[in-house]
């Protein structure tokens, strides 16, 4: 059986379009440039990362009213913009910004035999989105965690991405969070390539690090060869 390749959506396939929160938040009378929301980013995501667990569900709304916070929005408006926020994304999600050359890099693999999939935490529309962006036809399947009822870290996501999709050794899963993500595909028996800003080199053979898809694609050649 050919491998089984995974990759996270969000801040792996497509990541946060700042610029497109920015035009929604206009819609509510609230001014902030993308750049300042491109500055709180960080220290959202790390809290995002720090609050991720086996029982602790997907804290989007924590991820987004730390964003909203730290890219200076009064505090009195916070809650209710992420409730608005958070009943919109299923109609306008805001992560749609491809991530360059991830995409391409899973029709690479598709095209060499390669089984490739999405497998997110994500609010159950995941699927739409990427059939909106265009994206959609380079996975066999989208696993999205909205919809199973299961969310990584739990191991048994990533078994249902196997048993969905198929495939044989290795199964190797990419994604942004560490928790989320790498913990989670270990878990499961999996390797994992840690990708993007927030990835540092760790001592584990089975974890592989890369800040972009050429790297990506070169921890895969190793791995898949």
């Not at 730290?70 to 306008?92: F, H, I, K, M, N």
């Not at 909106?132 to 996501?157: C, H, T, Y």
């Amino acid at each position: 059986m050919p491998p089984l390749v995974t990759f996270d959506a969000g801040q792996t396939l497509v990541d946060l379009d700042v610029g497109f929160l920015a035009r929604r938040l206009a819609e509510r009378g609230v001014a902030i440039e993308p750049g300042s929301l491109a500055a709180a980013t960080p220290a959202a995501w790390r809290r995002f990362d720090a609050a991720v667990g086996p029982s602790a569900g997907h804290p989007w709304k924590l991820l987004m009213s730390t964003l909203l916070a730290g890219a200076g929005v009064d505090p009195a408006r916070v809650s209710a913009l992420v409730d608005w926020l958070w009943d919109e994304q299923p109609r306008a999600n805001l992560w749609r910004a491809e991530v360059p050359g991830m995409v391409a890099l899973a029709r690479g693999l598709a095209a060499r035999g390669v089984r490739v999939a999405v497998l997110s935490n994500s609010e159950g529309r995941l699927a739409e989105l990427l059939t909106e962006l265009g994206i959609a036809d380079a996975f066999l399947a989208v696993i999205d965690s909205g919809r199973v009822g299961i969310e990584k870290p739990d191991p048994r996501i990533f078994a249902l991405a196997h048993a969905v999709v198929g495939g044989g050794a290795p199964c190797v899963h990419i994604g942004d969070s560490w928790p989320a993500d790498i913990e989670g595909a270990l878990a499961a028996g999996w390797r994992a390539i840690w990708f993007g800003r927030r990835a540092h080199p760790v001592d584990d053979p089975r974890v592989a690090i890369a800040r972009d898809a050429e790297a990506c694609a070169a921890a895969l050649a190793r791995w898949l060869a």
